[in-house]
C-alpha cells in the first residue's frame, strides 16, 4: 500500500501567491512560491538593486516569557543571550549532545514595551523544517524557566533590497532609525508588526511579523510601492548562497559543530572557554575542541574556473584524486556571474585559493577555494 499523502499547509498569503502567477511547490511541509512569471534570475537581480518582497511565513515564530527566559536559552545556545540589549537581535545557534546543529534561529530581546504587547522578554524565528522540533526542544529543557509560546497565528514577510528602506518608510518613516540587528513594534498598513532591520540576503531589508489575518493587506501595500516586486524560494536561495549563509538541512546540520561551519563568530567571548560564562550547553566540551583547533573540516566558499554549475552532493577531489569533501550548496552565481558553491573539505585543503575539483556527471571541473561572502553584504549598520 502506498503512504497516505500528507495536505500541504498554506501560509496566509497562498491566494496572493495564485493571483501573481507564482509557480508553486512543497517545501517544508508548506506550498511555497519558487518564482514568479520573471524568474529566479530577474528576481534576484531586482533584490540586488531595488527591493523584493518574500513570503517567510512557513518559519517558526515564538515567544520566551519571563525574567529568566534568557538564561535559560543560554543553556541552549552557545550564544551570549544574557547580555542582549533591549532592541537588540542576534544570530543563535541550538546544539545537541555532540556539538551538532539541531538548528539556526535570530533570537530578538523586545524593549518593555514591547515585551508588553505580546512579543516577549525573547522573541524568536527558527527555521520551517525545524519548528515543531524546536518548540519540543525549547519546552522539555527550559519550559519550567520561562514560558514557551509558539505564535502560529502571525506571518512573516522579509522586505530585501537596497531601495527596501524607502518603500518600507512610506507606511511608517520611524522604520528608517533601525539599523541592522535591531528590531521594535511599528505599526504597517493598521497592522502591529514586530520589524527587525535583518533578512537573509546580504542585503539591507526587513522581515517583518505581522497578524496572518492583515498580512495579504501589507504585502499589497508594499507591492504598490514603486520598485517592490515579489520574489520566491528560488531567488532567496540563490542570494543567499552569493551572501555566503548557511542553509539548514544542506550546509549545516546535526553532525555540523559551528567550529566546521565557520560560525565561530556567533560565540561571543564570554561564552568560551575563559569567559564569564563559558560552556553550560548541549555539546560545549566537543565544541571547545573544535575551537581548541580540533575540527576535522572546514566549510568553504569555491568558485568555478569553468562554467559549469556544480550542485549539493557534487564530491570534491584533490589535484591526485583522493576525495576531499563534499559540496552542500551550489549554483550559477546571478551577480558575480560564475559558478559558485559552498562545500567542507579537510582541513588541510581548506586554505584560501586552493585549486580542487568538484566531480559533475562523472567530470572532474576545477574550482579555487575563495573568500566568502561571493557578493559583499550590504547591511546598514548606521
Same mark, same amino acid.
Given at each position: ?22 509557480r508553486?511547490?512543497p517545501f ?19 533584490c540586488r ?25 543560554e543553556?541552549l ?5 544574557v547580555?542582549?540589549?533591549p ?9 545537541n ?9 535570530m ?31 525549547l ?17 512573516l ?17 520611524a ?9 521594535g513594534?511599528?505599526e ?9 532591520? =535583518?533578512?537573509?540576503? *546580504?542585503?539591507? $531589508?526587513? &522581515? ?5 489575518? /492583515? #498580512?495579504?493587506?501589507?504585502?499589497? !501595500?508594499?507591492?504598490a ?7 520566491g524560494?528560488?531567488?532567496?536561495d540563490t ?9 539548514y ?32 550547553y548541549?555539546?560545549a566540551?566537543?565544541?571547545e ?7 576535522? =573540516?572546514?566549510?568553504? *566558499?569555491?568558485? $568555478?574556473? &569553468? ?5 549539493e /552532493? #557534487?564530491?570534491?577531489f584533490?589535484? !591526485? ?49 575563495s ?12
Amino acid at each position: 500500500m502506498s503512504e497516505p499523502t500528507t495536505e500541504l499547509l498554506q501560509t496566509p498569503l497562498h491566494a496572493l501567491h495564485l493571483k501573481l502567477g507564482a509557480r508553486m511547490v512543497p517545501f517544508a511541509g508548506y506550498s511555497m512560491p519558487v518564482q514568479y512569471a520573471g524568474g529566479v534570475i530577474a528576481e534576484h537581480k531586482h533584490c540586488r538593486t531595488s527591493a523584493a518582497l518574500f513570503d517567510v511565513s512557513h518559519m517558526g515564530q515564538l515567544r520566551l516569557v519571563g525574567a529568566d527566559a534568557a538564561a535559560a536559552l543560554e543553556t541552549l545556545v552557545p550564544v551570549d543571550v544574557v547580555d542582549l540589549a533591549p532592541g537588540r537581535q542576534r544570530y543563535a545557534l541550538f546544539t545537541n549532545a555532540s556539538g551538532g546543529l539541531l538548528d539556526d534561529l535570530m533570537v530578538t530581546r523586545p524593549s518593555a514595551g514591547d515585551a508588553a504587547q505580546g512579543f516577549g522578554d525573547l522573541f524568536l524565528v527558527v527555521n520551517a523544517a525545524c519548528k515543531e522540533a524546536d518548540l519540543r526542544h525549547l519546552v522539555t529543557h527550559i519550559g519550567h524557566r520561562c514560558q514557551v509560546v509558539p505564535m502560529p497565528e502571525r506571518a512573516l514577510l522579509a522586505l530585501q533590497g537596497p531601495t527596501a528602506v524607502a518603500a518600507l518608510s512610506r507606511l511608517n518613516p520611524a522604520v528608517a532609525q533601525l539599523v541592522f540587528m535591531t528590531g521594535g513594534v511599528f505599526e504597517l498598513a493598521g497592522q502591529r508588526c514586530f520589524v527587525t532591520r =535583518s533578512g537573509y540576503t *546580504g542585503e539591507d $531589508g526587513f &522581515e517583518i511579523s505581522v497578524p496572518a489575518d /492583515g #498580512a495579504t493587506a501589507l504585502a499589497m !501595500q508594499l507591492l504598490a510601492q514603486p520598485g517592490v516586486l515579489a520574489a520566491g524560494l528560488g531567488a532567496r536561495d540563490t542570494l543567499r548562497l552569493e551572501a555566503g549563509l548557511c542553509l539548514y538541512g544542506h550546509d549545516i546540520d546535526e553532525k555540523t559543530s559551528p567550529v566546521e561551519a565557520g560560525l565561530t563568530w556567533a560565540i561571543q567571548k564570554v561564552r568560551r572557554p575563559g569567559g564569564a560564562r563559558a560552556g553550560g550547553y548541549p555539546g560545549a566540551a566537543a565544541i571547545e575542541g573544535h575551537l581548541a583547533g580540533g575540527a576535522p =573540516s572546514k566549510r568553504v *566558499g569555491l568558485v $568555478g574556473l &569553468e562554467r559549469v554549475p556544480v550542485r549539493e /552532493g #557534487a564530491p570534491v577531489f584533490d589535484a !591526485q584524486g583522493h576525495a576531499i569533501g563534499k559540496v552542500t550548496s551550489g549554483t550559477l552565481a546571478p551577480t558575480v556571474n560564475q559558478p559558485i558553491a559552498m562545500a567542507y573539505l579537510t582541513q588541510d585543503h581548506a586554505q584560501l585559493h586552493s585549486e580542487v575539483h568538484a566531480e559533475v556527471r562523472g567530470k572532474r571541473v576545477p574550482m579555487r577555494v575563495s573568500p566568502m561572502p561571493f557578493t559583499p553584504h550590504r547591511y546598514h549598520r548606521g
